[in-house]
C-alpha cells in the first residue's frame, strides 16, 4: 500500500520553463511534507518543506504547494536549469511521529538546455 | 560545518554474514534515522534514534537492529544476511525529532553474494 505516490515516474522540461512535480497521499496523519532531490550513488539532498499549517512554502526558485484536502503537493522550480535535472523525492511524516518519512516512488526531471 | 558522514561507502558480504554501518550525523543533531534504497521497494524507513533511544521502527525484520551512542553517532547491524539485503543503505540526521528537516549521508552500498 503506497501511502505517498509521485505518479510521473520522469519529467522533461526545456531550460528557463517551469517544472511542476507531483505529490499524492493517502494517509490523513500525515501532516509534515519534503522534497529531496537525489543524484545516482547520492543521498537525497533536502529542498524545501511544508507544514500543513501552511499551503505555501518559498525559497527561492522553489515552491511547495499543499493542499491538504486533496491530498496533493507539488514542487514548483521556476526557472528550471540544466543543474536541476535529477530525481526528485517527496517525503511524508506524520505529527510527533518523530522523523520517519515516507517516501515517495521519485520523478526523474530532465531540464533540456 | 561537516554533512553526515557514512562508513563504508562500499560493502561486499557473504550470504549468512552479518555486517555493521556507522553514521556520524552533523555536529548538534541529536536525531539519526536510517533508511534502505531498492530498486524495487524504493525508499523504506528503517529506525530512527534520538537520545539514544529507538523512537521509531519501519516494517523490517529482527535481522535489521540499530544503536544510538551518546556523542549521537549511530551504528546499524544486519545479521544473517540474504541476498535482498542488497541495497543503499541511507542515514539521515536532524536536529529535533518532529517536524524537522532530515539530512542524508551518501549512504553505504551493501552487495550481498
Known amino acids: 500500500d503506497q501511502q505517498v505516490k509521485q505518479n510521473s515516474p520522469s519529467l522533461s522540461v526545456q531550460e528557463g520553463r517551469i517544472s511542476i512535480l507531483n505529490c499524492d497521499y493517502t494517509?490523513?496523519?500525515?501532516?509534515?511534507f519534503l522534497w529531496y532531490k537525489k543524484y545516482p550513488a547520492e543521498g537525497p539532498t533536502f529542498l524545501i518543506s511544508?507544514?500543513?499549517?501552511?499551503d505555501k512554502n518559498e525559497d527561492g526558485r522553489f515552491t511547495v504547494f499543499l493542499n491538504k484536502s486533496a491530498k496533493h503537493l507539488s514542487l514548483h522550480i521556476v526557472p528550471s536549469q540544466p543543474g536541476d535535472s535529477a530525481v526528485y523525492f517527496c517525503?511524508?511524516?506524520?505529527?510527533?511521529?518523530?522523523?520517519?518519512?515516507?517516501f515517495g516512488g521519485g520523478t526523474r526531471l530532465m531540464v533540456k538546455p | 560545518k561537516a554533512g553526515v558522514t557514512q562508513t563504508p561507502r562500499y560493502l561486499i558480504k557473504t550470504r549468512g554474514q552479518q555486517v555493521t554501518l556507522s553514521c556520524s550525523p552533523i555536529?548538534?543533531?541529536?536525531?539519526v534515522s536510517w533508511y534502505q534504497q531498492t530498486p524495487g521497494q524504493g525508499l523504506q524507513f528503517l529506525f530512527e534514534?534520538?537520545?539514544?533511544?529507538?523512537?521509531n521502527k519501519g516494517n523490517f525484520p529482527g535481522r535489521f537492529s540499530g544503536r544510538q551512542f551518546s556523542n549521537s553517532r549511530s551504528e546499524m547491524n544486519v545479521s544473517t544476511l540474504e541476498l535482498g539485503d542488497s541495497a543503499l543503505y541511507l542515514c539521515?540526521?536532524?536536529?529535533?525529532?518532529?517536524?524537522?528537516?532530515?539530512?542524508f549521508g551518501q549512504g553505504t552500498r551493501l552487495t550481498v553474494v
Open positions: 517525503a511524508a511524516s506524520p505529527w510527533e511521529a518523530g522523523n520517519m518519512l515516507t
Open positions: 539521515a540526521s536532524s536536529l529535533e525529532t518532529g517536524e524537522a528537516e532530515a539530512f
Open positions: 494517509n490523513s496523519m500525515f501532516d509534515y
Open positions: 534514534y534520538f537520545s539514544e533511544t529507538q523512537r
Open positions: 555536529s548538534g543533531h541529536r536525531s
Open positions: 511544508i507544514s500543513s499549517i501552511k
